[in-house]
């Protein structure tokens, strides 16, 4: 009877913690696509417009090492909560600041760049939560709910919220959007609570005496020496590096003039289809990681992006759309066993700064994708672009793909 009520207890807890990860998530999705869409109604500069838009992502490569290394010496919801009231402030200054009339585009970025470095804060200690409130049993189905949640507000509901809050301004765009991450915070309040008054969930944070630098190189060192934490990490690199090409240049493909000749209202649909395949394989991640191989899903999933990838270069829009769809659903897929497999066989001690280096690695690929890509399919073309793309993603992640050796002797999970 009491494991059955700490059971349910720590369901209330994790479902504390899903409402703001979904808060936190709508509100930073609608964020990153409205940034430079409420840059334009400041300045006519494109260059500035580029820095603002910039600033959403930069702060990752500079600061996600030093917060993995701090959310290991402080407990990572109390690490989240600071980076959620970040956002919440930052946001209403720029509110404050749009209703005072005295906006401009430089004090706009700077204010952009500090929310960015509020979600790094947000994001990087979040996945180090989910196994401390669910426990090792239910971790796989608790990782899918959770990765659901995130794709689809950030890539599912945001971008289709932030083209309906650009019409309110600035002051009115960002107060809702400000509301939706103190929501989050609040939400994020009663978890840590939740957790302090049950003692079946261990939160708690790790007295570690060495310096802040010494602390994240540690992360560092530990991914060098993990063979199969290493090639997962790049895996994630190369399925990072092939989205934002992705990302980047299928407007040009998809989008009248180009070959498929959609408007902009089409293409929102048919870029929501890799979202959709996400959401459809987060309900079921788990059946098909236990069906596959949590093995097998990791040495596979990215090669096989390639043939997704092939889908997209051809100009007809329903094969376009399958490639999206089958994209979202295996990354989705492997997304879940990689966060779970971290989760089981790096120390909870080390967690945060082993999850801050991979992000550092994973998406420090972005930015690289997406500029490479725009100068190849100025080049040599979408289609032939996307051929090569999809030939890179599959001998890559092949060449990345953890051996049956790598794998830790922890995880048993077949």
């Given at each position: 009877?009491?494991?059955?009520n700490?059971?349910?207890?720590?369901?209330?807890?994790?479902?504390?913690?899903?409402?703001?990860?979904?808060?936190?998530?709508?509100?930073?999705?609608?964020?990153?696509?409205?940034?430079?869409?409420?840059?334009?109604?400041?300045?006519?500069?494109?260059?500035a417009?580029?820095?603002?838009?910039?600033?959403?992502?930069?702060?990752w490569?500079?600061?996600?090492?030093f917060?993995?290394?701090?959310?290991?010496?402080?407990?990572?919801?109390?690490?989240?909560?600071?980076?959620?009231?970040?956002?919440?402030?930052?946001t209403?200054?720029?509110?404050?600041?749009?209703?005072?009339?005295?906006?401009?585009?430089?004090?706009f970025?700077?204010?952009v760049?500090?929310?960015?470095?509020?979600?790094?804060?947000?994001?990087?200690?979040?996945q180090?939560?989910?196994?401390r409130?669910?426990?090792?049993?239910?971790?796989?189905?608790?990782?899918?709910?959770?990765?659901?949640?995130?794709?689809?507000?950030?890539?599912?509901?945001?971008?289709?919220?932030?083209?309906?809050?650009?019409?309110?301004?600035?002051?009115?765009?960002l107060?809702?959007?400000?509301?939706?991450?103190?929501?989050?915070?609040?939400?994020?309040?009663?978890?840590?609570?939740?957790?302090n008054?049950?003692?079946g969930?261990?939160?708690?944070?790790?007295?570690?005496?060495?310096?802040v630098?010494?602390?994240?190189?540690?992360?560092?060192?530990?991914?060098?020496?993990?063979?199969?934490?290493l090639?997962?990490?790049?895996?994630?690199?190369?399925?990072?590096?092939?989205f934002?090409?992705?990302?980047?240049?299928?407007?040009?493909?998809?989008?009248?003039?180009?070959?498929?000749?959609?408007?902009?209202?089409?293409?929102?649909?048919?870029?929501?289809?890799?979202?959709?395949?996400?959401?459809?394989?987060?309900?079921?991640?788990?059946?098909?990681?236990?069906?596959?191989?949590?093995?097998?899903?990791?040495?596979?999933?990215?090669p096989?992006?390639?043939?997704?990838?092939?889908l997209?270069?051809?100009?007809?829009?329903?094969?376009?759309?399958?490639?999206?769809?089958?994209?979202?659903?295996?990354?989705?897929?492997?997304?879940?066993?990689?966060?779970?497999?971290?989760?089981?066989?790096?120390?909870?001690?080390?967690?945060?700064?082993?999850?801050?280096?991979?992000?550092?690695?994973?998406?420090?690929?972005?930015?690289?994708?997406?500029?490479?890509?725009?100068?190849?399919v100025?080049?040599?073309?979408?289609?032939?672009y996307?051929?090569?793309?999809a030939?890179?993603?599959?001998?890559?992640?092949a060449?990345?793909?953890?051996?049956?050796?790598?794998?830790h002797?922890?995880?048993?999970?077949?």
């Open positions: 009877m009491t494991s059955n700490s059971t349910k207890e720590n369901g209330n807890i994790f479902s504390l913690f899903l409402g703001s990860a979904f808060f936190s998530g709508l509100a930073d999705g609608t964020f990153k696509v409205i940034v430079p869409l409420l840059a334009i109604t400041i300045t006519h500069s494109p260059e417009v580029g820095i603002a838009a910039a600033m959403v992502w930069l702060p490569p500079f600061l996600a090492l917060i993995g290394g701090i959310a290991d010496r402080r407990t990572p919801l109390g690490i989240m909560w600071a980076g959620e009231l970040t956002r919440v402030f930052l209403l200054i720029l509110v404050l600041l749009s209703l005072a009339e005295i906006m401009n585009i430089w004090l970025i700077l204010c760049f500090v929310v960015g470095a509020g979600s790094v804060a947000v994001d990087i200690p979040a180090a939560v989910v196994p409130i669910v426990g090792p049993t239910g971790l796989a189905r608790a990782n899918g709910r959770f990765q659901l949640v995130q794709l689809g507000t950030v890539q599912l509901l945001g971008p289709p919220a932030a083209g309906y809050l650009v019409a309110l301004g600035v002051s009115g765009s107060g809702l959007i400000s509301i939706s991450f103190l929501i989050s915070a609040v939400l994020l309040a009663a978890t840590m609570r939740g957790i008054s049950h003692a969930v261990g939160e708690q944070a790790e007295r570690i005496r060495e310096p630098f010494a602390s994240f190189i540690a992360g560092i060192r530990y991914i060098a020496k993990r063979a199969d934490v090639r997962i990490s790049l895996q994630a690199g190369v399925s990072n590096f092939a934002a090409g992705i990302i980047a240049t299928l407007p040009l493909f998809a989008v009248e003039p180009g070959p498929l000749g959609l408007s902009t209202t089409e293409y929102g649909f048919l870029f929501a289809s890799g979202a959709a395949g996400g959401i459809i394989m987060g309900f079921s991640s788990h059946v098909f990681a236990m069906r596959i191989g949590e093995r097998l899903t990791l040495q596979a999933s990215v096989f992006l390639g043939v997704f990838i092939v997209i270069s051809v100009g007809n829009v329903w094969l376009v759309a399958v490639g999206l769809f089958g994209y979202g659903a295996v990354i989705m897929l492997w997304n879940v066993v990689s966060v779970t497999y971290r989760q089981t066989t790096v120390p909870p001690e080390l967690l945060n700064r082993v999850n801050a280096t991979y992000r550092w690695i994973s998406w420090g690929a972005m930015p690289v994708g997406a500029s490479l890509g725009g100068v190849l100025g080049a040599i073309g979408s289609e032939m996307f051929i090569i793309l030939m890179f993603a599959s001998l890559s992640g060449l990345f793909a953890p051996r049956n050796r790598h794998f002797s922890a995880y048993t999970n077949e």
